[in-house]
């Protein structure tokens, strides 16, 4: 049996290597289809966040704030991914806010710190508006005064105290004034950086990668599952008299499946490594575009990032053979198979980000296999072992195949009655 089951297996791996030609055709219009939407997309994405930078005048009058005030600025990452801050005087503020170079200015006056802790009268810091602000950027411009103040009263509050105490101790002359400003440049690095202070969690819908990294790791995806309309030839099911005699000798329904199986998943396996041949080709001659890119500076990263991906291939493999098996002729298999993975790539974010999907859609996307997949491939790329997910993807390409073994024997008995 087993002698005879090597035979049909050598058969079914060449039946799949002669269709290599014939998939790798229609695969390549599939790349050049999600090359154009990755880069189309990255292009408007960097295009929206350069035109929608908020270029903010700052008047510094006060001495203190002059030089402190901006180091307190442009330690706040968070600050300075949405503002510009240009010092300017206040003549040219103003003549800025009337051509349409500054969205808004902000004028601190002189002792602008000591009348924040109540030692000086010289009135709040001003917000200058553009005429065409509306009242929700007057509302959220104003915040962005408040909570700057407050952030420079707190930290300046922590220098001021820690200065009392130690001329308290004898601490005075350059000594205080090496202490002043190491503390400053503490708090400014320290305090001000909320980055340090809390939990950052990502909200982008492309798991912290940039938009062509994530549609490159999609692409992987969808093109395995698309990939499967190419194997209709080879799963288009032997014929009746073959399978009465493979199952007279013992192969019956899980063997059959298995070697159906791993007959895709060779033809999938060919691919895929193919796909990361042509990376590793980019890498060693145009190494810069592999780091602009991927973020990938070293063989190791690729690797990893293959070695990650091939469980993808295990599940893809089981998916098309059990809709097939389904459908039980070829072409309600490819049929079947394109609608089920535009549905599929859809709802699990492969197609549009899941960040930007209805949260009905979200909802049953993230239960689909092919969410599960496009998450390994995208911890692949971030060089971060997504051990339980893989685990899970392991578990429903199992599922995936008893399903399909469950059908050829459902079919075999229905067709003896």
Request: hydrophobic share 50%; with cysteine; proline share 3%.
């Amino acid at each position: 049996m087993w002698k005879l089951f090597r035979k049909f297996l050598g058969l079914e791996a060449k039946r799949a290597v002669k269709i290599l030609p014939q998939y790798y055709l229609g695969t390549a219009l599939l790349v050049a289809l999600f090359a154009v939407v990755a880069l189309a997309g990255n292009a408007a994405m960097s295009k929206e966040e350069k035109e929608d930078r908020v270029e903010i005048a700052l008047v510094m009058q006060d001495t203190y704030l002059k030089n402190y005030g901006m180091d307190v600025l442009q330690s706040s990452a968070s600050a300075s991914s949405v503002f510009r801050f240009t010092e300017v005087t206040e003549e040219e503020a103003l003549a800025g806010l009337r051509d349409g170079t500054y969205d808004g200015a902000m004028v601190f006056p002189p002792n602008f710190i000591s009348s924040v802790f109540g030692n000086g009268e010289s009135g709040p810091a001003k917000f200058y508006e553009p005429p065409t602000m509306n009242s929700l950027d007057q509302g959220l411009m104003e915040g962005l005064i408040e909570v700057g103040t407050g952030l420079i009263a707190v930290s300046s509050s922590y220098v001021a105290g820690a200065l009392d105490i130690a001329s308290q101790y004898g601490v005075e002359g350059n000594a205080l004034t090496y202490m002043q400003d190491e503390m400053e440049l503490y708090m400014a690095a320290r305090v001000i950086n909320r980055e340090d202070t809390f939990v950052k969690a990502d909200a982008s819908g492309t798991d912290g990668q940039t938009l062509f990294q994530y549609y490159f790791c999609a692409g992987i995806v969808m093109l395995l599952m698309l990939g499967g309309v190419a194997c209709g030839t080879l799963l288009k099911g032997d014929a009746k008299s073959l399978e009465d005699q493979l199952a007279m000798h013992g192969i019956k329904s899980p063997l059959l499946a298995l070697a159906r199986y791993l007959a895709v998943l060779l033809l999938f396996f060919i691919f895929y490594t193919t796909v990361f041949l042509v990376l590793y080709m980019t890498w060693l001659g145009k190494p810069d575009t592999m780091e602009k890119y991927f973020a990938i500076t070293k063989f190791a990263e690729l690797r990893n990032w293959y070695l990650a991906g091939l469980p993808l291939l295990t599940l893809a493999a089981a998916l098309v053979l059990l809709v097939y098996t389904f459908a039980a002729n070829q072409i309600g298999g490819i049929l079947l198979l394109f609608l089920l993975t535009a549905l599929m790539g859809y709802a699990s974010g492969c197609i549009v980000p899941s960040a930007y999907l209805p949260k009905a859609v979200r909802s049953i996307g993230r239960y689909l296999p092919t969410y599960t997949m496009l998450r390994v491939s995208v911890g692949g790329l971030r060089q971060k072992a997504e051990w339980a997910r893989t685990g899970f993807l392991l578990l429903e390409a199992l599922i995936a195949w008893l399903l399909t073994v469950g059908i050829m024997s459902w079919n075999r008995r229905r067709e003896q009655r």
